[in-house]
Every structure is written in C-alpha cells, then in structure tokens.
C-alpha cells in the first residue's frame, strides 16, 4: 500500500543547532502536508506544498518538496526550546493522507 | 506496527442522510480515540475524544446530536454525521492512542461530500 516514511525517528540537538527531517512517499504525492505536535498536544498544521520544487519559508523553519512530488524536507536553522515537538508530514494521494510516523526534536539539556 | 484504518476513504451522500465512519486500530488496543475535522489548508480541529466504554467527550461548539460517536471497543470507534448538510463536507480524521502519555497514530482520514 501507499507508505510514507519519515526519517529519522528521534533528532537530539544542541540548542542552537539545525534539524532536519525528511519525508519520501512510495506514489507521487498532490500535495504534502506539515505538522507540528508539542507534547500532550494536538498536531498544528505549518504548511503545505503543491508545487514541484516548491521551497518555503515561516522564519527559520524551511519547507521543501521534491521535484518529483515523492519527498519533502523541513530544515529549522538554529533550533530554539520552542522548536520542542514531533514534526508529521502527510502526503496526499487519491484523497487519502498518508502520514509519516513523524520525527521528534528534543533539546539536549 | 501502530496502523489505524478509516473506512469509508471518500463518501458521497445526500443532504438530510447519516454516513458513520469507522476507525479501526489494526495491531493494537487503543483506549481513546480522537476524532478531527480539517478545512482545506487549515489544521485540524479537534470534535470529541472517546474512550473505550464511555461517553465521547465533545469540544466546544460540536453538537453531539450531529456528530455521533461510539467507542464500543478498544480497537473500534465510529462517528456518524446525523441528517448531514452540505457544511458538514469536510475531512474526517481519527486517531488512537494506547493510554495518556503515548503517541497518537492517525488514520488516513475520510472525505465526505454532502450534496
């Protein structure tokens, strides 16, 4: 069946370092959602792409997707406590979202 | 592992029909499920959070009477959307969680479309 993986799992970083997580569907993906869940909370949607190669930015969080609508990646330039949660992309296909397994930031105290 | 289904994936129906969703935890027991509502690019809303063997507990602003749900088992909830109007087209997702602490698994969501 359709699959998104997510990797890595788990991301333990300096505060002040970069995070990056990565997505890659087995299908072509419409569009690609990103999520952002503190802990004990609810997903939050961030953003979301549609366009091949498409590249965003909200501040320090980049967003990007593949030119083959297959991947996707979100970079956080200099991680703050804030930035503290597990981070989901969900891919659309054929109406359904598919959601990877998510990749959790945690800040090394 | 951690795989919820969601039956029906899209659904047509009528105005002034019911249509029930099911979600499904498939290898393993989930002791509450959550039920969301998603407008295009907005996130998702929380409706209610069920637990196994008790009254689903709806948020703010979600007629129960509507939107109703059923946790009859810990790998089985279900909602249905009671007399549903053309507003009520949206994207249902669920989720599960084993217990409070744990993660929640989504499913894959369903569209409904109210005509």
């Known amino acids: 069946g359709q699959q998104v993986m997510q990797i890595p799992q788990y991301q333990h970083v300096q505060e002040g370092e970069d995070f990056t997580t990565y997505c890659n569907s087995s299908t072509t993906l419409s569009n690609i959602q990103w999520y952002k869940q503190r802990p004990g909370g609810h997903p939050v949607f961030l953003i979301q792409?549609?366009?091949s190669g498409e590249v965003k930015k909200q501040k320090r969080l980049t967003f990007q997707f593949g030119e083959a609508k297959k991947n996707s990646s979100l970079h956080i330039t200099a991680t703050q406590t804030t930035d503290v949660g597990t981070y989901f992309c969900?891919?659309?296909?054929?109406?359904?979202?598919?959601w990877g397994a998510g990749t959790k930031l945690i800040i090394k105290p | 592992g951690a795989v919820v289904s969601q039956h029906p994936s899209w659904v047509i129906c009528k105005s002034g029909t019911s249509v029930k969703i099911e979600c499904r935890s498939l290898d393993f027991q989930a002791t509450t499920m959550f039920w969301y509502r998603q407008f295009p690019k907005q996130s998702l809303m929380l409706m209610a959070t069920s637990n196994e063997g008790s009254k689903a507990t709806y948020e703010q602003g979600v007629e129960k009477d509507k939107f109703l749900i059923n946790h009859a088992s810990l790998t089985l909830s279900t909602l249905t959307v009671t007399s549903a109007h053309p507003e009520d087209s949206s994207f249902y997702i669920c989720?599960?969680?084993?217990?409070?602490?744990?993660?929640?698994?989504f499913g894959p969501g369903t569209r409904l479309t109210v005509t």
């Open positions: 792409l549609v366009k």
């Open positions: 989720s599960a969680r084993v217990q409070q602490g744990y993660e929640q698994y």
């Open positions: 969900a891919g659309n296909s054929n109406y359904q979202l598919i």
